[in-house]
T-cell receptor, first 113, second 115 residues
Framework: DAKTTQPPSMDCAEGRAANLPCNHS???????VYWYRQIHSQGPQYIIH???NNETNEMASLIITEDRKSSTLILPHATLRDTAVYYC??????????????FGTGTLLAVQP | DGGITQSPKYLFRKEGQNVTLSCEQN?????MYWYRQDPGQGLRLIYY???????QKGDIAEGYSVSREKKESFPLTVTSAQKNPTAFYLC??????????????FGPGTRLTVT
C-alpha cells in the first residue's frame, strides 16, 4: 500500500474553509484515496473517497491533483464539531481478501471559535 | 438503528487476566475487523474476518485471539500473553458499496486499562 504524509496539526477559524493536504507520491493507478476522521475517543467515520476526479458530498470536497500524487480535503464551512483527527488513506480498488485500511497518524484539525 | 456496538466502553483488569471485548453488528456485513489505537497513534489491525468461521491475523495479532461463530459477532480476547494490553480497541465491519467503495463502519470503541 502507498504511504501518505499529512501535517500533524492545523488550525482553522470557525466558519472558514479548512483545507487539509495529503501527499501520496507513490500511489499507483489502481488505488483510491480515502478520507476518514476521528473525533476524540470515538471510532473513525468515513468522509469521502476518490480515484482521479474531484469529488463532493454533503460533508466535504476532495481535490486530487492531475498526477494523483497529492490531494486536499476541503471542509467548506468548518464548525467546532469538525475538530478531529483526519486520516488520508490510500487503498487498492480491488482490496482482495484483506480489504484493510492502513491508518497513519493523521492531521489534528482544531477549529477555533 | 443499524450499527456496531461495543461493550463495555471502559474496562479495567488486573495484569495476568484474560479479558474479552464484545463487538456486535446488525448491518449484515460479511467482514469484521479489530484495531488497536495507542495515544497519539493511528489504528493498527489486530485480526480480521471476511466470513463466518474464518479469520486472519492482522499486523499485531500476538497476544490476542478471536472467534467468528456468527455473522453478527466478532469478540476479541486479550490474553495475558499480550505485553501491553492497555489501549483503545475499535471494532469495524465493511461492505462494498457502489458509492463508497469498501467503506468501513466503526464502533464506539472500548478503552481497556490493565494494571
Amino acid at each position: 500500500d502507498a504511504k501518505t504524509t499529512q501535517p500533524p496539526s492545523m488550525d482553522c477559524a470557525e466558519g472558514r474553509a479548512a483545507n487539509l493536504p495529503c501527499n501520496h507520491s507513490t500511489i499507483s493507478g489502481n488505488e483510491y484515496v480515502y478520507w476518514y476522521r476521528q473525533i476524540h475517543s470515538q471510532g473513525p467515520q468515513y468522509i469521502i473517497h476518490g480515484l482521479k476526479n474531484n469529488e463532493t458530498n454533503e460533508m466535504a470536497s476532495l481535490i486530487i491533483t492531475e498526477d494523483r500524487k497529492s490531494s486536499t480535503l476541503i471542509l467548506p464551512h468548518a464548525t467546532l464539531r469538525d475538530t478531529a483527527v483526519y486520516y488520508c488513506i490510500v487503498r487498492p480498488i480491488y482490496g482482495g481478501a484483506t480489504n484493510k485500511l492502513i491508518f497513519g497518524t493523521g492531521t489534528l484539525l482544531a477549529v477555533q471559535p | 438503528d443499524g450499527g456496531i456496538t461495543q461493550s463495555p466502553k471502559y474496562l479495567f483488569r488486573k495484569e495476568g487476566q484474560n479479558v474479552t471485548l464484545s463487538c456486535e453488528q446488525n448491518l449484515n456485513h460479511d467482514a469484521m475487523y479489530w484495531y488497536r489505537q495507542d495515544p497519539g497513534q493511528g489504528l493498527r489491525l489486530i485480526y480480521y474476518s471476511q466470513i463466518v468461521n474464518d479469520f486472519q491475523k492482522g499486523d499485531i495479532a500476538e497476544g490476542y485471539s478471536v472467534s467468528r461463530e456468527k455473522k453478527e459477532s466478532f469478540p476479541l480476547t486479550v490474553t495475558s500473553a499480550q505485553k501491553n494490553p492497555t489501549a483503545f480497541y475499535l471494532c469495524a465491519s465493511s461492505i462494498n458499496r457502489r458509492d463508497r467503495g469498501y467503506e468501513q463502519y466503526f464502533g464506539p470503541g472500548t478503552r481497556l486499562t490493565v494494571t
